[in-house]
């Protein structure tokens, strides 16, 4: 089953010239991983710098093999120390049907 993970990140606008390269970097490496399905990256326009990262994944096993790859570990940290935090990530399934009582 198909999953979507969720990464919000506020981004401050005197890091963005070396973020936006990282991020770029990371979703280049992420399309050549298997399971990979889509992704997009959105701007909120009522809070300038907070983005949200969307990516779809064949299921939460294909994520996971790439949230836990060294090669994804590389790109991540980078990102995690200029921005002083540890990236979280929500993932989501489109089973809530499956979890309805009988």
Same mark, same amino acid.
């Given at each position: 089953?198909?999953?979507k993970?969720? *990464?919000?990140?506020?981004?401050?606008?005197?890091?963005?010239k070396?973020?936006?390269?990282?991020f770029?970097e990371?979703r280049v490496r992420?399309?050549?991983q298997?399971?990979?399905?889509s992704?997009?990256?959105l701007?909120?326009?009522d809070?300038?710098?907070?983005s949200?990262?969307?990516?779809?994944?064949?299921s *939460?096993?294909?994520?996971?093999?790439?949230?836990d790859?060294p090669?994804?570990h590389?790109?991540q940290?980078? *990102?995690?120390?200029?921005?002083?935090?540890?990236?979280?990530?929500?993932?989501?399934?489109?089973?809530?049907?499956?979890?309805?009582?009988?």
């Amino acid at each position: 089953m198909a999953v979507k993970v969720l *990464i919000k990140r506020s981004v401050p606008e005197d890091m963005a010239k070396d973020l936006f390269p990282l991020f770029t970097e990371m979703r280049v490496r992420a399309t050549d991983q298997p399971g990979y399905i889509s992704g997009e990256t959105l701007r909120r326009l009522d809070k300038p710098g907070e983005s949200l990262v969307i990516s779809t994944w064949r299921s *939460i096993e294909a994520w996971k093999r790439w949230k836990d790859s060294p090669e994804r570990h590389e790109v991540q940290g980078k *990102i995690d120390s200029l921005l002083g935090a540890v990236t979280e990530f929500e993932v989501y399934d489109y089973g809530f049907e499956d979890s309805l009582p009988g």
